[in-house]
């Protein structure tokens, strides 16, 4: 039966000559229309994986986030909410790559074997989509590499990755009955009721403009204002779904951050002083924004955001006296190479930072070993904050010897609640500031006048294989193709300031980025080390970045 399925499926969903998938930083991610063959793969894998852990839920969540409106992609999310584990990565592109069906078996077999997985475990899986047009022929090749492997399924349907994300996690703790429409209501009464009580004597009620992407971040934000109540006022922009090929169009978090842009579409919303944010398309990633007085663009990304959150935080534990000698909680932050000098430097002074790779999973990782509270922020906006059992334990169970250490302590337990301490959630991040915000007394000005940017700029350049660049130290240096870094140092040295090289793992390109003192210098200093990756991987001389 079981090998008869998978015939089936790969007669059904064959690779096509040349296609070669590879399971990057966010799972697989390229054009929709050629993932149908990875798609039923991936729903067999993830009923592997759930066997594998002991028939716990996993997560699949069919997205391809910032990316352009005709891409899509899929990754699978681990019992805990978490991605998948790192270890699995080389074998999801395996399975992917496979040519024919025996040489998918022979893969199979082997793989079954060496991970001593016992196919008797049930399997039990959740999954979601975004509101890409590739999206309901994707799940319906998921479903088939599910049914092959007789995992039972649970469809929650279109959402944003960081509600997937979430269920995973409480259809994997929970002890009630559930059905996944209670358990996103739950979601939403979670993060809104944490929020009320934290906004409770504020009085009026704020406005805030969000830049949804024209994704599934509109479909949630709009019920997430349902929950909010009178608490906070969302004005949502950017919202057309329906039109699926205006998704990340002009708009978006990722547009907003490497553009250094306002939307056309928000220009004639903003008005001086008001802040505003953008979502990505599956609305995990968040970058605030405003105009100053003079009118001028000017963006808080997710090094400001870490900046803020991390005050707010550790403000909390001291107030609430968990910062002595017996329960010291320890917070520090996580940030890639991405991350501005000013943000670093600003933060390295007041408490400790780790630098890590590109990808939530190494930020999360890294927070999650390295302290009691960890707060992590990708530039681009995508991160959130970990407490460890041990920190949530002296939370839940710390005695206040003061009323004002009292009112602390509810407010840090609120705002636990108010986080989705599984993944990214540009929701969840954009209720944390606004708590953030108010209870820190900071203006939006305020809050962007903590350190000042250094001018940046972040360059694609197009090569023939972005696998030979290859780097060490958290991708900060190259150590292939050899003697680049050294070409790259001796332009840093003339010219002041900071650059690294790193190949995508979402889109075939080699990404460049540079920072200096100066506008000026930041762009020069990109372009020219964008032109020296491009000299060392042999493209064509019309197309050299200039
Ligand atoms: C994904 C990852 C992020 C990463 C981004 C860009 O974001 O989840 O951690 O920063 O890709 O990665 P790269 O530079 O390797 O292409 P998203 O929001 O697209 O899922």
Request: hydrophobic residues 40%; glycine residues 8%; aromatic residues 6%.
């Amino acid at each position: 039966g079981f090998e008869n399925e998978l015939r089936k499926g790969l007669e059904e969903y064959p690779v096509k000559p040349g296609e070669k998938f590879s399971y990057g930083t966010a799972g697989f991610r390229t054009l929709g229309d050629t993932l149908e063959s990875v798609l039923f793969k991936v729903g067999i894998l993830a009923a592997l994986r759930s066997k594998s852990c002991g028939g716990k839920t996993i997560g699949v969540m069919i997205t391809a986030s910032h990316n352009p409106a005709e891409d899509n992609g899929v990754k699978l999310v681990d019992p805990r909410g978490e991605m998948l584990d790192t270890s699995w990565e080389s074998h999801a592109t395996d399975f992917a790559n496979a040519p024919s069906l025996d040489a998918f078996i022979a893969i199979l077999e082997d793989f079954i074997r060496s991970k001593q997985i016992s196919l008797g475990t049930p399997a039990k899986v959740v999954y979601a989509r975004d509101t890409r047009a590739s999206g309901p022929k994707l799940v319906a090749a998921l479903r088939k590499g599910f049914a092959a492997m007789g995992a039972v399924a649970t469809d929650a349907e279109v959402t944003t990755t960081p509600i997937l994300h979430y269920l995973v996690d409480t259809i994997n703790t929970t002890t009630q009955e559930w059905n996944v429409n209670n358990l996103i209501e739950g979601y939403y009464l979670k993060l809104s009721n944490a929020f009320k009580r934290l906004l409770a004597d504020r009085g009026t009620s704020a406005h805030l403009l969000i830049d949804c992407a024209n994704g599934v971040g509109a479909l949630a934000a709009k019920k997430l204002d349902d929950f909010l109540g009178e608490s906070l006022t969302l004005k949502l922009k950017n919202t057309s779904v329906e039109s699926t090929e205006k998704l990340n169009k002009d708009c978006g978090a990722d547009y907003v951050k490497v553009g250094q842009k306002l939307p056309p579409s928000l220009t004639s919303e903003l008005r001086p002083g008001q802040r505003g944010c953008s979502l990505d398309g599956d609305a995990d990633r968040l970058i605030y924004y405003y105009l100053d007085d003079s009118g001028k663009f000017r963006m808080l990304d997710g090094d400001k955001i870490t900046t803020l959150v991390a005050s707010f935080i550790m403000r909390l534990v001291k107030d609430a006296g968990l910062d002595d000698a017996e329960e010291k909680i320890k917070v520090g932050v996580v940030q890639t190479a991405y991350a501005n000098g000013s943000s670093t430097r600003y933060l390295s002074e007041r408490l400790p930072v780790t630098c890590v790779p590109t990808g939530v999973k190494h930020l999360h990782h890294a927070a999650a070993e390295r302290y009691d509270i960890g707060v992590y922020f990708e530039a681009n906006g995508h991160g959130t904050v970990l407490f460890s059992s041990s920190a949530q334990h002296k939370v839940a169970s710390h005695k206040p010897s003061t009323a004002a250490q009292a009112t602390a302590l509810g407010r840090l337990k609120d705002v636990i609640n108010v986080i989705n301490q599984t993944v990214g959630d540009a929701l969840s991040d954009m209720l944390l500031v606004e708590v953030a915000l108010y209870h820190m007394a900071y203006s939006v000005e305020t809050w962007d006048k903590l350190y000042s940017d250094l001018p940046n700029r972040l360059v694609k350049v197009k090569v023939g294989d972005r696998n030979a660049f290859v780097t060490e130290d958290a991708e900060r240096r190259l150590v292939r193709p050899p003697g680049l870094q050294a070409k790259i140092d001796e332009l840093v040295r003339r010219t002041g300031g900071r650059s690294f090289v790193r190949p995508s793992g979402t889109e075939d390109v080699v990404r460049v980025y540079a920072e200096a003192k100066e506008t000026e210098a930041a762009i020069d200093l990109a372009l020219r080390v964008a032109g020296l990756v491009y000299d060392e991987a042999g493209g064509d001389p019309a197309q050299r970045p200039a």
